[in-house]
């Protein structure tokens, strides 16, 4: 009787080492430099009083100091007195370690035997550098097929363990609220455009790529994107932090609900939960609205001020640039995170691809300009005709650019003379303007002349530098 009463007083003393039973719920901010927020809400059986409860399948990528644990059931009954992250990890050079000066069985290179293999049983001696073993009297520190371990050492874990030493007055089961920061889960912003025959108007979609590299299983996750690049992602996020008036956005967003403002940054949240296992990438729908208003033109950019190294023609290629404006009235209105755009031209029921560009987060009401390519039947042949230093950082300079079309129609051309320095214009064949301090631009009508002579531009300026 005396012997059950002392093992019962041992019991309500001597802390209790309990697992939690899995994930009720999870909730994913991703942002996308590869760092996500991760909130989980456990279900755990703890131990009455002083005791611990042992996290398992915790991410590889956790990042230790941002953990924070709380009990939804009783949070005033429950104190959590510490927690111990285990991550010493299962790996080759941590068994490695563990058998430090323990007997092994090492695979080695012998050309005696008829596979060229002979097992042995050795000493490990040292692993600083490439391991060192005793075989048969002998220091060993050649080349080796596979070490065999008689036995897994203890603390040895396939994934980090978070051990809860908690002091619980109240009831067993609870449901933990664990949040905490882990790398290598991302997203990325991919955009599809599709554009009518004329190439006027399209139709944008967007998809984001959810991607998991973090060694653990996230399973029916509610995923909210954060758009932007803060330089540390909000630790401890509530429901209430997140909440902000929605934006305007399409009809046709479809994957997710209309983003909201978080500090100077924007969350998408996804509206079906998500199943993202480790080394998986999966892709969702974000958005897709129709009757893009799309401007294309035609631009040239180059260097005004000569090299000096201009004995021959220099031929210039222009490229085809794409923008639209991000407003409701044009059938967006909603922030667009950066991604990669790409456009294709139907041509009745097959689609052409026309060119893939980076697109920069671009803010409700901004321009976003695309160069998905060079242009093919267009081209600028610049001739420097005068470049002169005419004091110790000035200069006088004068081009003729000669603009060919082969095409059928007239096409407009905007070039972008690059001009540096306090600098004017001196003489131009056309009508120039200054779009800011160090552009000098024309726009042109170049009108078919394959078979014909070059549209011809000239123009001359000075330059201090």
């Known amino acids: 009787?005396?012997?059950?009463?002392?093992?019962?007083?041992?019991?309500?003393?001597?802390?209790?080492?309990?697992?939690?039973?899995?994930?009720?719920?999870?909730?994913?901010?991703?942002?996308?430099?590869?760092?996500?927020?991760?909130?989980?809400?456990?279900?755990?059986?703890?131990?009455?009083?002083?005791?611990?409860?042992?996290?398992?399948?915790?991410?590889?990528?956790?990042?230790?100091?941002?953990?924070?644990?709380?009990?939804?059931?009783?949070?005033?009954?429950?104190?959590?007195?510490?927690?111990?992250?285990?991550?010493?990890?299962?790996?080759?050079?941590?068994?490695?370690?563990?058998?430090?000066?323990?007997?092994?069985?090492?695979?080695?290179?012998?050309?005696?035997?008829?596979?060229?293999?002979?097992?042995?049983?050795?000493?490990?001696?040292?692993?600083?550098?490439?391991?060192v073993f005793l075989i048969d009297g002998?220091?060993?520190?050649?080349?080796?097929?596979?070490?065999?371990?008689?036995?897994?050492?203890?603390?040895?874990?396939?994934?980090?363990?978070?051990?809860?030493?908690?002091?619980?007055?109240?009831?067993?089961?609870?449901?933990?609220?664990?949040?905490?920061?882990?790398?290598?889960?991302?997203?990325?912003?991919?955009?599809v455009l599709a554009l009518n025959k004329a190439g006027t108007s399209g139709r944008l979609a967007g998809w984001v790529t959810l991607q998991n590299r973090s060694g653990a299983d996230f399973r029916e996750a509610s995923?909210?994107?954060?758009?932007?690049?803060?330089?540390?992602?909000?630790?401890?996020?509530?429901?209430?932090?997140?909440?902000?008036?929605?934006?305007?956005a399409p009809k046709a967003l479809a994957g997710a609900d209309a983003p909201e403002e978080l500090f100077e940054h924007h969350l998408y949240r996804l509206k079906r939960p998500v199943t993202l296992a480790h080394q998986q990438s999966r892709q969702v729908q974000l958005f897709e609205t129709s009757g893009l208003a799309v401007t294309r033109k035609l631009l040239g950019r180059a260097n005004a001020l000569p090299s000096g190294r201009e004995a021959e023609p220099v031929q210039q290629r222009l490229d085809a640039v794409l923008s639209f404006r991000n407003t409701a009235a044009l059938g967006l209105g909603l922030p667009l995170p950066k991604g990669v755009l790409r456009a294709f031209q139907e041509q009745g029921e097959t689609r052409h691809f026309l060119g893939e560009a980076p697109l920069e987060r671009t803010p409700v009401g901004n321009v976003a300009e695309l160069r998905l390519g060079q242009v093919f039947d267009l081209g600028v042949e610049r001739v420097a005709t005068r470049f002169e230093k005419t004091g110790k950082s000035s200069y006088a300079c004068a081009w003729e650019l000669r603009l060919t079309n082969a095409k059928k129609e007239a096409r407009r051309v905007v070039l972008q003379e690059l001009v540096p320095g306090n600098w004017k214009v001196q003489d131009a064949s056309r009508k120039w303007t200054r779009p800011s301090a160090g552009v000098l631009e024309f726009v042109v009508e170049v009108p078919p002349n394959a078979e014909a002579e070059p549209l011809v531009l000239t123009y001359s300026f000075t330059t201090e530098l």
């Open 138 to 191: 002998a220091v060993y520190a050649g080349p080796y097929d596979a070490v065999i371990y008689p036995e897994l050492p203890q603390g040895l874990s396939p994934r980090p363990r978070l051990t809860l030493n908690v002091d619980n007055a109240g009831p067993a089961k609870q449901d933990l609220d664990l949040t905490y920061l882990a790398r290598e889960i991302s997203w990325r912003m991919d955009y």
């Open 223 to 248: 995923v909210e994107l954060l758009a932007g690049e803060p330089r540390s992602v909000p630790q401890f996020a509530s429901r209430a932090m997140l909440a902000a008036d929605g934006l305007s």
């Open 1 to 131: 009787m005396r012997r059950l009463l002392l093992a019962a007083a041992l019991l309500t003393v001597l802390p209790t080492a309990l697992c939690a039973q899995g994930a009720k719920t999870t909730r994913l901010v991703v942002q996308q430099n590869g760092q996500a927020l991760v909130s989980e809400v456990l279900a755990a059986t703890l131990p009455r009083g002083v005791g611990s409860v042992v996290l398992p399948d915790l991410p590889l990528t956790i990042v230790p100091q941002t953990l924070q644990v709380r009990s939804k059931t009783a949070p005033h009954d429950l104190a959590i007195r510490d927690l111990s992250l285990d991550d010493d990890l299962l790996t080759p050079g941590n068994l490695l370690r563990k058998h430090l000066g323990k007997k092994v069985t090492v695979i080695i290179p012998d050309g005696l035997s008829r596979d060229g293999r002979v097992k042995k049983e050795a000493t490990l001696l040292s692993t600083d550098e490439a391991p």
